[in-house]
């Protein structure tokens, strides 16, 4: 039990490491936590400094895991150590090559877990993965929508997939001034051909969505006969038009891309469809570091940037879900603030009646969706591919590797 209070301390930034980061902010997960006491060996008690209906929910993230404070204090933090209490323990790691993880002989259930150890290599190109894949090189990868229908033709391979919980968006930076006029960010939203984004970056394996994506089960709206989700370009352009703006004055942003390929891919077909609409997009392709460093400033000129294409995760709840929504909110970086939405969620966060949250919610999506300030693309599909002999691999989006009961069937 004492690592488990360590732990919730160190996200309440109660600990030497101070404040590690967003987690124990109140609109994010568990920034409601006033404190936490171990009763006895196998009890904890947690005191909430209010309702927290997400609570539950909010434990099952991998951002609750449990840390080992002896570890952490002998090696400062986790960067290059272990200190878990998964059914896997670090073994070797040599940078940029490989990583090996074992058997935790002390894992509460490890009678279940058949596996004695895990190898990760890294193999940044696909094609090389899936090459490794048919040769019996490697029992498993994951590998992106392009290359399924390949991997789909080998007999002796599996494919497994599963509806992630992510989203990709175009973000509107609200202190450009073209960008405070709604009209400019709805044309924005009529002039996106969804589907032909989702073809093109994740090879049709996607579906539409709000800011809670279907991963989210009964939580998700149905956006597909939204209106600001159908794809109308005499519509968008009427309203740049009624923002001022025509052939012969258009309107120039730029937009920062980067991190990942759906995202630049996404940034130059977004290029494609925008340009009918009188609005022309400078993309600039970041390194990781300074695309961080940006997403940050995104509510602000010092941004440089009017628009920038993200990939967000919803979490497990809703109530994250709309948390890129809520004004101050450490992740709201586009500068997007309703007293309606923050009402809402302060409503949602404080009652367990499932069916009220839901209408809660499905309203803080509407006024969200309506805005237009982040404006939703898609959520995809993940895949991982296996060798036939390889069972008992299930993943979701809650957890994405879970090897508790896999093993190897040869």
Partial sequence: MGDLVYTFDRILGKTEAGDIGALGSKASYYGGVTAVEALDTYTVQFTLAEPNAAFL????????????????????????????????????????????????????????????GITYFLIGDEAARLAALRTGEIDFASLSATNIAA?????????????????????????????????VRQAMSYAMDRDAIINVVFGGQAVPCSMVPPGLGHWSLDVSDMELYQTNVEKAKELMEAAGYNDGNRLTLKVAAGLMDSIRQAAVVLQQQLAEIYIDLEITNLESG?????WGKMSTPEAGFDLMIVNDGAGTDPNRSIFFFGTGASANVFGFSNERVDELCAQGIATTDESKREEIYNEAQLICIEDCTKICIASPMKYFVTASYVEGFAPSSADASNFRDTYLAQ
């Fill in 57 to 116: 929910s909010t434990l099952t993230s991998n951002y609750g895991a449990i840390v080992d404070k002896d570890v952490i204090e002998e090696n400062g933090d986790l960067m290059r150590a272990d200190g878990g209490t998964g059914p896997f323990t670090l073994g070797e790691w040599l940078p940029d090559n490989y990583v090996t993880i074992t058997k935790f002989s002390d894992y509460w259930d490890a009678d279940r877990v058949q596996l004695d």
């Fill in 151 to 183: 991997a789909e033709k080998e007999a002796n391979l599996n494919v497994i997939s599963y509806q992630t919980n992510d989203y990709i968006a175009l973000g509107c930076n609200l202190s450009t001034p073209a960008l405070q006029d709604i009209n």
């Fill in 290 to 294: 300074e695309y961080v460093d940006i």
